[in-house]
T-cell receptor, first 110, second 116 residues
Framework: QQQVKQSPQSLIVQKGGISIINCAYE??????FPWYQQFPGKGPALLIA?????SEKKEGRFTISFNKSAKQFSLHIMDSQPGDSATYFC?????????FGTGTRLTVIP | DAGVIQSPRHEVTEMGQEVTLRCKPI?????LFWYRQTMMRGLELLIY????????DSGMPEDRFSAKMPNASFSTLKIQPSEPRDSAVYFC??????????????FGNGTRLTVT
């Protein structure tokens, strides 16, 4: 099964700070790298995704940075808010499914 | 659209009993996935269907697990007999097209299974 290595496992950030979560993948023939956000008691939901024809994609306070040569991509949350406290998963696509990272539990302290 | 609907939300059962989890995908979605989430192993893909046909069940832990999709609007995941190590949150997800083609997965809110 395709490997996706995600770090850190947990992250505590002060309100207003920057949260950074990293993922490294093995080979993939597909050009789509999403991040999912999961709140307690809920299923994961798509947060933001990038195609590697660009090195960065920004949506509001959330930015994906992509380094194709290093096979790495990261999620940056600017001006982190307590409402951002959740578990974040990176994913890489297979032929007809998604392989998820192990998740990062983010806690934003007021 | 109501999204992906799973039932029950919580299930507590004794070891050896049969457990059936249910899922209604989003109408018009061609793909349906069953995932299991635990602290130790994260999100594991168990099986997925395309147009109601099982495509890959290599993630199903053992023969005690089975899944069906009798029509486009309903799927079940059955565990028989259940064991304590099956305790986890089971998610159903659907997507309009293959996830490798920029088509997001839509997850239900999961079924928390506890086997005592």
């Amino acid at each position: 099964q395709q490997q996706v290595k995600q770090s850190p496992q947990s992250l505590i950030v002060q309100k207003g700070g920057i949260s950074i979560i990293n993922c490294a993948y093995e080979n993939t023939a597909f050009d789509y790298f999403p991040w999912y956000q999961q709140f307690p008691g809920k299923g994961p939901a798509l947060l933001i995704a990038i195609r590697p024809d660009v090195s960065e994609k920004k949506e509001g306070r959330f930015t994906i940075s992509f380094n194709k040569s290093a096979k790495q991509f990261s999620l940056h949350i600017m001006d982190s808010q307590p409402g951002d406290s959740a578990t974040y998963f990176c994913a890489t696509p297979g032929a007809n499914n998604l392989f998820f990272g192990t998740g990062t539990r983010l806690t934003v302290i007021p | 659209d109501a999204g992906v609907i799973q039932s029950p939300r919580h299930e507590v059962t004794e070891m050896g009993q049969e457990v059936t989890l249910r899922c209604k995908p989003i109408s018009g979605h061609d793909y349906l996935f069953w995932y299991r989430q635990t602290m130790m192993r994260g999100l594991e893909l168990l099986i997925y269907f395309n147009n109601n046909v099982p495509i890959d069940d290599s993630g199903m832990p053992e023969d005690r697990f089975s899944a069906k999709m009798p029509n486009a609007s309903f799927s079940t995941l059955k565990i028989q007999p259940s064991e304590p190590r099956d305790s986890a949150v089971y998610f159903c997800a659907s997507s309009a097209r293959t996830p490798g083609n920029n088509s997001p997965l839509h997850f239900g809110n999961g079924t928390r299974l506890t086997v005592t």
